[in-house]
């Protein structure tokens, strides 16, 4: 059911807002659900707070545009009175004193918060399988890595275990699990959703997006958390146009792509086109250089942003209690920054960012969206031994559009041998609405 149909029930009393958290809470607690070790930490005022809705409901109080529904977070974004550990030993037992304003946005339209869902490390990984608490299971097969770093986010929704979630996105943090978990998840524009409340990897390039089952769904959500804030100078209040698609761009992907992958991807691109008269334009993207940018750019941020965790104010010491992927990211910040390098490598990756954002904006003054798969390659087993390099290869597809600050998304597709696959779809800042526009396309293509 889509969430604004489910928002109407509960707000003419067919669904009760207990009802909604009662399910979804039973189903949590079942054997088979905390098998795929999802939830960390569950909110115990939920029941309450969805009394305290239907209460309103009844007496004909003003109600939200979330009315009832449930949502989980991803264990690196702030809740008040939840442990927010970024599913690592150095934060465990660290409980948050305020909201991000995500949460407080979702909370004022009448949303519930189920819990804190797991994740990588401090958000450092691509496969779910760096998180101090366990891996996160795929629940379309729970032998497979459900990608990261908001494995969690991207589980809970695929699971049905929530109506929505929210994770966060440096590099395809959202995009990338929400590919092998066959669910819809958006990385706005950076600047169009608060940062305030998330636990850093990157500053620079970090931003907070919704996770659910469809297009229609993600676009109510991000209506509802986007928007300019107080508390973080990034954000801006821009309303997209009112542009219709007339033109997609193919982005080549040869080399750096499964072949089975690009021929579903661009399979599923050719139909949509054929039967809404747009025109296809076959496009480059700056792959080649955008993943050697992105972890300059990251391991240089990441080890700014974790001096603070030296464990004397708070949880413990980062360098000496957190996981390997965690002290590669350090210690590679660490060389890069050296004042003996004077900031050339960093000055070096923002140079890159620039070229990069330009050729986007020479693409997109010839397209309307572009479309390209979400990752590379099929998950692998948990446990199974994957380098560092093909590791940090799953986001080769997806850290082009994080570096240019430009909304993607990914949209499941119909399964390839058994694994779920994403289409990823690309649009120019703030044209989010683009994004949603196509994605429908997409969906209706693949009924």
């Known amino acids: 059911m889509e969430l604004r149909k489910k928002v109407e029930k509960i707000k003419k009393g067919e669904i009760s807002c207990v009802e909604n958290v009662l399910n979804f809470s039973k189903k949590i607690s079942t054997p088979e ?31 939200g545009k979330l009315a009832g529904l449930c949502f989980a977070v991803k264990s690196n974004i702030a809740v008040r009175g939840m442990e927010t550990n970024c599913a690592s030993r150095v934060l465990q037992g660290y409980v948050s004193a305020y909201n991000a304003t995500v949460v407080n946005r979702l909370i004022e339209e009448d949303a519930v918060l189920l819990g804190m869902v797991n994740m990588d490390e401090f958000a450092c990984g691509t496969s779910g399988e760096s998180s101090f608490f366990g891996p996160t299971k795929n629940p379309k097969n729970p032998k497979l890595i459900t990608g990261g770093s908001s494995s969690g986010s991207a589980a809970a929704v695929s699971a049905g275990l929530c109506d929505f979630s929210i994770g966060s996105d440096t590099g395809g943090s959202i995009r990338n699990p929400s590919s092998h978990c066959g669910v819809f998840g958006l990385k706005p524009t950076y600047g169009a959703v608060s940062r305030y409340g998330l636990i850093d990897l990157s500053m620079s390039l970090d931003c907070i997006g919704p996770i659910t089952k469809n297009s229609e769904d993600s676009e109510l959500i991000f209506e509802v958390i986007r928007g300019q804030d107080n508390f973080d100078t990034t954000t801006v209040e821009k309303e997209p146009g009112k542009k219709t698609i007339k033109r997609v761009g193919l982005a080549n992907v040869e080399g750096f792509c499964d072949e089975r992958i690009m021929e579903e991807t661009r399979g599923a691109v050719l139909r949509v086109a054929k039967d809404n008269g747009l025109e296809i334009v076959k496009v480059d993207l700056p792959i080649d250089i955008s993943l050697q940018t992105y972890y300059i750019i990251v391991y240089a941020e990441f080890f700014s942003a974790t001096r603070k965790f030296d464990g004397r104010r708070f949880g413990v010491a980062i360098d000496e209690f957190a996981g390997p992927e965690i002290i590669r990211r350090i210690t590679g910040g660490s060389e890069i920054t050296l004042a003996e390098h004077e900031g050339r490598f960093y000055e070096a990756a923002l140079g890159a960012k620039s070229l990069i954002k330009k050729r986007f904006e020479e693409v997109f003054d010839k397209v309307d969206v572009v479309a390209l798969p979400t990752v590379p390659c099929f998950p692998h087993k948990i446990g199974e031994k994957v380098s560092v390099e093909k590791m940090y290869n799953y986001d080769i597809l997806t850290t082009p559009s994080s570096i240019a600050e430009i909304p993607a998304a990914s949209v499941p597709l119909k399964k390839i041998n058994g694994f779920e696959v994403g289409l990823q779809v690309l649009a120019p800042k703030f044209h989010e609405n683009l994004i949603f526009q196509f994605a429908k396309l997409v969906e209706k293509c693949q009924k």
């Open 33 to 63: 659900s905390k098998e795929l070790n999802i939830f960390l930490r569950l909110n115990e005022d939920a029941i309450e707070q969805a009394k305290e809705i239907d209460r309103r409901i009844k007496g004909k109080g003003r109600v």
